[in-house]
Structures are given as C-alpha cells and as structure tokens.
C-alpha cells in the first residue's frame, strides 16, 4: 500500500492524530488552477431556477465560527425538520446537537461502543428521513467492530426531541470490506425519497481486487435503495429496489447488481442534491495523481461509470498505461492535479437566501490543501475559481434547514459559509 499524506482515500495516520494536515502538507500554493472538464451541453445545471444566478466574481468567501470542541468532527446537516438545529458527526460515534450555536449537554446518539475507529472507519454518514418531523427515523453509515459497514435506521426518543432512541437501531444493509480504508461513508435522500450511499472501493491502495468495476459487487458504487421513505412502503425487507434503479429488473446474470446507481468510484466521500434541481454532485478521493468532482443531471436514469481504476479523473491509471475504449466512461467536470489538493471534498449547490452572490454556485474544497473553490456554468462549459485559501482541514461541508452552508474543519469546529462582500 503506497504511503501518502492525506486521509480519506489516502492514509489516516494523520486522520486518527488529528494533525492540523490544512497547514502542514507543504502544498504549492502558487499552484495551476483546477482544471475544469466541461460535459456536455445537456447536463448543464439549472442555475437560475430560485432567484437570479449568482455572480462568481463578486463572491468574497469568508467562514464565520458557529461552534468548536468537537474531536474528529465528520459531517453537519439538519435535521429538516424547521427546528433550526444542526447535528454534528464525529468520527468516534458520537452526533450532537447544536441550538443556537449551543451544544446540548447529553449527545443525540452515543454509538461508540459499536464503532471501529482505526484508520477511515467510524461514524461516517447522517441522514434524516424526508418526513423526519412526522415520523422522527433518521440513517446512518458506520463502521461495526468488524470493520463491516453498516447502514442502519434509528428513530428518535419520543420524550425528547434531542435525544435519539439508542435501542431502536434497525440494520438495513452490511457490507464488508477487505481493507480499513477506501469506506465512503455518505448517506443522502434523493428528491424521489430514495436513500443514495456512497461506497468506496474497499481500500488498500489501487483497487487491488478490483471492485471499481465489478458489477458483482457494492463497494466502488454509488447505491441506492428502498426504505420507505419515498411515500410507499419498501418493495422488500428491510429496504427494496427503485423500480427507476438502472438494473433494478436484470435481464442477464451479466448485468450488475440491482442496488447500484454508478459503477467506478473509488471514495466518494461526500456528495450531495442541488435541493433546487436535483442534480447530483460527487466528489470522488483521487489515488496519487488526480482528485475529481462528477456531476449527474436529475434526469440521468443512473448506470453512469465513473471509470476508476482504469481512470483517475480523466487520466490513465495507472499513469502511463492504455486504458483502452473509454467511451463507455463519463468523465468528471472538475479534475485538480496535486499542486492544488490531495483530498477533494464534495460540497453543495448554494440555494439560501442571505448571500444571493452565491446562488447556484457549487462550492466544494479539499482536505490537506484547505482550499475552497466555487463553480458555476458559464455559456457552454464551466467557469470555476478560487474562493478561499484557509488553514483548515476541510472535512466535509453540510445544509441547514434553510439552505445555509457549513464547513466541518476535522480539528473540531464547525463554520458557517459566508460571503463578505458588502
């Protein structure tokens, strides 16, 4: 397994120490820009669909503190509920609650007695079910002390809001994996109600085994199931196929698996919905050469192949090889080189209300490196830029109720997304 400096696709020495890797990984910081890959001219994204696009030029990025003192802090999202309350990840096992900034005393919900934490494992995805405030069930992604993931669904406490039944946990669906790296981890509802995971490729460093492009198997996929939550019941216990799932009706024992949505990921370590379009945004954790950023129109039908490992990015892998007929491959919108990162961080399609210069733009960043970027379309192809250059270990980026944007630093803040200009 070759060595390297970031996490999340590459090793998680410096992860499970918490080293401050946003100031110490000696990256070129007069770097070339990202490079930007346009698709074609049928996916654009919709971006004047609330309000009036943004203008990316008079973006000034800045991050306000919300709330610190977390350890290895993962993920923040909301519950959708309308309560305004944030719920913070941490790697260890634990969510908590924030209410006005504040964190409530007694955690959400304690699993750290079930988590495996060496190396990428732990609690690594959160989601709450579209009628959260109806019927109070919300997923999760662990890893089991095994190191099998696991996707469960819990309910919260019915005498307190802030509190979640810890003895309600339904497991859904468990994965094992063959190595402690490589485990994904996100957990997103689509707009048809539908829960999307994210799997990496089962670790080590390569895909040694292959998964990427197995159609045998869930790791190096993006999957998405039945639990319920789309309006009628699961077609099938404990969760069921979409019928609009690519190859939720196999013709042949050759087609791939029925929970799979996309083939060729190696660590699609957060993605998200443009909660406006529904277009889907996935940012996939490069190996050694590029990190990359693939974007999905809500009207796709799925089946897409990413192309990992015979690509990283756009490029060969491994570097120099032929990877032969890439035709059957969709290649990614945004590819960076490693003078401007080294673990890309998905992010989100901004559709608040307090900084319309930011409307429609997709900000997303990168873990060693710090940086956050903004892009929109721009005529026929894409328009991207630098937004901010900061000392954080970009983790993740998260949603409120209200469409606002976070960012979750991994040395245990949480910040809220701004924009500076007057």
Same mark, same amino acid.
């Given at each position: ?79 959708? /509920? ?216 809500? /009207? ?21 090889? /032929? ?77 409120? /109720? ?21």
């Amino acid at each position: 397994m070759e060595q390297r400096t970031a996490v999340l696709g590459l090793t998680l020495t410096a992860l499970v120490a918490g080293v401050m890797l946003g100031t110490t990984t000696g990256c070129n910081r007069s770097s070339d820009p990202v490079v930007v890959e346009p698709p074609p001219s049928q996916e654009h994204p919709t971006i004047g669909a609330q309000g009036e696009p943004g203008d990316l030029d008079s973006v000034m990025l800045a991050l306000e503190p919300v709330a610190t003192g977390f350890d290895q802090p993962l993920y923040v999202t909301s519950a959708g /509920d309308g309560s305004g309350r944030l719920f913070v990840v941490e790697k260890g096992g634990w969510i908590h609650v924030l209410r006005d900034g504040e964190r409530v005393a007694v955690p959400f919900l304690d699993l750290s007695a079930s988590v495996s934490t060496d190396s990428e494992r732990g609690l690594l995805g959160l989601a709450f079910s579209p009628e959260y405030k109806e019927n109070g069930r919300f997923y999760i992604n662990y890893t089991d002390r095994s190191g099998t993931t696991v996707i469960s669904r819990f309910s919260v406490s019915p005498a307190d809001p802030d509190v979640a039944d810890g003895g309600s946990e339904q497991v859904l669906l468990r994965i094992e994996q063959p190595y402690a790296n490589h485990n994904g981890g996100h957990l997103a509802f689509d707009p048809d109600g539908y829960l999307m995971i994210g799997m990496g490729d089962g670790g080590s460093g390569g895909d040694p085994q292959g998964h990427g492009q197995d159609p045998y198997s869930l790791l190096g996929k993006m999957l998405r199931i039945d639990v319920g939550e789309s309006g009628v019941p699961a077609r099938g216990e404990p969760y069921g196929i979409p019928e609009g799932n690519p190859w939720a009706e196999p013709e042949s024992d050759e087609d791939p698996l029925p929970e799979i949505w996309a083939l060729g990921m190696r660590n699609p370590w957060r993605f998200s919905f443009d909660r406006t379009t529904g277009d889907l945004w996935i940012g996939d954790v490069g190996q050694s050469e590029r990190e990359e950023i693939d974007f999905e129109p809500a /009207d796709s039908g799925g089946g897409r192949n990413y192309g990992w490992n015979v690509l990283e990015g756009a490029q060969p892998y491994p570097p120099g090889s /032929d990877p032969g007929d890439t035709s059957g491959f969709t290649m990614p919108v945004i590819e960076y080189d490693r003078a401007a990162g080294k673990s890309v961080t998905g992010g989100y399609v901004y559709r608040g209300s307090a900084y319309p210069n930011l409307n429609g733009v997709y900000l997303y960043g990168d873990f060693v490196s710090g940086r956050i970027w903004g892009m929109a379309p721009d005529g026929d192809g894409w328009r991207n830029r630098l937004l901010a250059e900061t000392a954080r270990a970009v983790v993740s980026f998260g949603e409120d /109720d209200a469409g606002e944007l976070y960012v979750v630093d991994f040395n245990g803040e949480v910040l809220r997304v701004t924009d500076s200009q007057p």
